[in-house]
């Protein structure tokens, strides 16, 4: 990937979100903003953050590439740590019939859900299945996302899960964005397993795996641990077994039902939990105990009409909480972080600056990468972001419209 030598001069803020781990608790509040400020990037990497004078046009001479920030903020690239981005096929069908008052889980028990979007990743090209990647990946870098992780789950098969995962693998390498890939292969109960899911779970453990690991398709694993899926015994096997093999652990965690999948993801040690929306009290202490992310998706509690995750609870007792999409045909089609922003400020009970540290920071961290990216920081890989407007105060106060206007990818300006 290119790497770029850049200035952003006099900016009117720049929202470094510094740290080089995850935020918990209180410490999500401070943003670290530096007023009045240049950020000096050499070979892709952040060099300095100065409140000096930076004299542009010498730097220009240099062959650097200078941006005037007069009046505007700067913020670290957006991380989303949760996305289901490579799938065939839609479900506008399903999202109407839910609109008029279908239920999520019942579309799924009568053979539609994730089956649906199943069959149309099956019956798609690896050529059609980039080319959607691209445009995907194009809108969310139009939102400001310079990192995003994107799961598997829509094979259910060995051939079609290693597809998605390799297309992925192909998007990072296409794409300047950065793709972190999970392995999700026990998503749903496809039909012939239907009344076995044990006999599924072996056929992943066994058989899809070992091709994942062997060849480095996946840095993470995950499943859906949920009433009438996965349950938290075969979630458990299945997650101890990636484990074994060395990938990092993810979950589904009690999305529409607590079964205690906080609880799991604690004991297993997971970088995070996801969903929580019927997290228990106990399931969020252990996963505090244990420095478990809990991600938060709140487009898809939206999307779902179910109530939200308890996200003030979990800051105020002391949790390194994240925010992501969720991005997915089904429970939530949408890759908007205005919309995110929106109901994480206005129905979550989320400071804006909690809100920040949530997709940027924490959801480094929750990608295991905290220490590489998600804040603006000497060291740091120059995922920047920079907005129309002189405070990052504007983010949720323009509500649903995109503030950024520049992107910048490892100190290479990506849009304009
Ligand atoms: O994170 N909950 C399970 N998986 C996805 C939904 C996938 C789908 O409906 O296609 C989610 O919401
Ligand atoms: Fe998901």
Excluded: W
């Excluded at 007069?70 to 839609?90: E, M, N, Q």
């Excluded at 804040?375 to 972001?385: E, H, N, P, R």
């Amino acid at each position: 990937m290119k790497k770029g030598n850049l200035v952003i001069l006099n900016a009117q803020e720049v929202v470094t979100c510094s740290g080089f781990k995850g935020k918990s608790g209180s410490e999500m509040q401070n943003l670290g903003v530096v007023t009045h400020a240049s950020v000096i990037v050499e070979d892709g990497i952040i060099t300095k953050i100065t409140k000096d004078p930076v004299d542009g046009s010498a730097f220009e001479k240099k062959g650097f590439k200078v941006i005037d920030a007069s009046g505007k903020c700067v913020l670290p690239g957006f991380v989303d740590s949760h996305t289901h981005l490579i799938f065939g096929g839609y479900r506008e069908d399903e999202y109407n019939n839910r609109l008029n008052g279908m239920d999520y889980m019942e579309i799924m028990n009568r053979g539609g859900g994730i089956i649906n979007s199943v069959r149309g990743t099956q019956e798609s090209s690896k050529e059609t299945l980039l080319e959607v990647g691209i445009k995907r990946l194009n809108s969310m870098a139009g939102f400001g996302v310079t990192t995003v992780e994107g799961k598997s789950g829509y094979g259910l098969d060995l051939e079609t899960e290693v597809k998605q995962l390799e297309v992925m693998k192909e998007l990072n390498k296409m794409h300047s964005l950065d793709i972190v890939t999970t392995f999700l292969g026990p998503h749903a109960r496809p039909i012939a397993y239907k009344d076995n899911p044990d006999a599924f779970i072996d056929f992943m453990i066994e058989d899809v795996l070992p091709v994942v690991d062997e060849n480095g398709l996946a840095e993470f694993a995950d499943i859906f641990c949920e009433k009438n899926v996965f349950s938290i015994e075969q979630s458990k096997r299945f997650l101890l077994e990636a484990k074994k093999r060395g990938f990092k652990l993810k979950i589904h965690a009690d999305e529409i039902v607590q079964l205690g999948g906080a609880e799991l993801a604690a004991e297993l040690g997971a970088y995070s939990a996801d969903h929580l929306l019927q997290a228990s009290d106990a399931g969020i202490d252990a996963m505090r105990a244990a420095g478990v992310v809990a991600t938060l998706l709140p487009c898809t509690a939206f999307s779902l009409k179910e109530p939200y995750a308890r996200a003030r609870f979990m800051i105020d007792q002391g949790l390194v909480v994240a925010l992501a999409t969720d991005f997915n045909p089904g429970s939530c089609f949408t890759e908007s972080i205005p919309l995110l922003i929106a109901l994480a400020t206005n129905q979550m009970g989320m400071t804006i600056e909690e809100t920040i540290t949530a997709l940027t920071i924490n959801g480094a961290a929750a990608l295991d990468r905290a220490d590489q990216i998600g804040s603006i920081d000497v060291g740091k890989k120059a995922d920047l972001t920079v907005h129309e407007f002189p405070s990052y105060k504007f983010l949720p106060y323009h509500i649903g419209v995109s503030t950024v206007e520049k992107v910048i990818k490892n100190g290479v300006l990506i849009l304009d």
